[in-house]
T-cell receptor, first 114, second 116 residues
Framework: AQSVSQHNHHVILSEAASLELGCNYS??????LFWYVQYPGQHLQLLLK??????LVKGIKGFEAEFIKSKFSFNLRKPSVQWSDTAEYFC????????????FGTGTRLTIIP | EADIYQTPRYLVIGTGKKITLECSQT?????MYWYQQDPGMELHLIHY???????EKGDLSSESTVSRIRTEHFPLTLESARPSHTSQYLC???????????????FGPGTRLTVL
């Protein structure tokens, strides 16, 4: 069965610091990878996704993630965070066959101190 | 901006009551999902549907039931609510991307249920 691990449960950074949130997955096949973000009081929103092609994926609000197949990782990065990035971030994976269910990690709570 | 709606947003109810959580989407998506999420935990899939008259149980066992009579509507029902059902319930929908690839799920705002 597929699984997703997010090792950082709560990350606290100052504004302008660089961010990297870890995501490792376990799946025996070709995968699709996602990062979702949930701002306080708002919906879960798609931040970025990887289906195929360039392993460095750029998303909204200056976020990017790199798929490293050999490490089964899909870490999220941002060079300079802002207070408005305070949110919960979820990594998710499913198989590349169209009907496979999405498996989520436990989430990382990011708090940015002004 | 995804158009997927859930009502109510918050519900506090007594043990033994029957409740229905509503979920509607206006995007014409065939696939819809219900997730359960407890604080600090991952989302667990409890039900999904591939289209009208299609419903399947997800990875996490749930005493709730769902129906899909119309494409845009995917309600979740608890016949007799218990304190163990206290959680946040998230609805999502998706469609297959072009070429039969995978899908991106769009989420509603969630219903936070408290059963006393």
């Amino acid at each position: 069965a597929q699984s997703v691990s997010q090792h950082n449960h709560h990350v606290i950074l100052s504004e302008a610091a660089s961010l990297e949130l870890g995501c490792n997955y376990s799946y025996g096949g070709t995968v699709n990878l996602f990062w979702y973000v949930q701002y306080p009081g708002q919906h879960l929103q798609l931040l970025l996704k990887y289906f195929s092609g360039d392993p460095l994926v750029k998303g909204i609000k200056g976020f990017e993630a790199e798929f490293i197949k050999s490490k089964f990782s899909f870490n999220l990065r941002k060079p300079s965070v802002q207070w408005s990035d305070t949110a919960e971030y979820f990594c998710a994976v499913n198989g590349n066959f169209g009907n496979e269910k999405l498996t989520f990690g436990t989430g990382t709570r990011l708090t940015i101190i002004p | 901006e995804a158009d997927i709606y859930q009502t109510p947003r918050y519900l506090v109810i007594g043990t033994g009551k029957k409740i229905t959580l509503e979920c509607s989407q206006t995007m014409g998506h065939d696939k819809m999902y219900w997730y359960q999420q407890d604080p600090g935990m991952e989302l667990h899939l409890i039900h999904y549907s591939y289209g009208v008259n299609s419903t399947e149980k997800g990875d996490l066992s749930s005493e709730s039931t769902v129906s899909r009579i119309r494409t845009e509507h995917f309600p979740l029902t608890l016949e007799s609510a218990r304190p163990s059902h206290t959680s946040q319930y998230l609805c999502a929908s998706s469609e297959l991307t072009a070429g039969g690839g995978t899908d991106t799920q769009y989420f509603g705002p969630g219903t936070r249920l408290t059963v006393l």
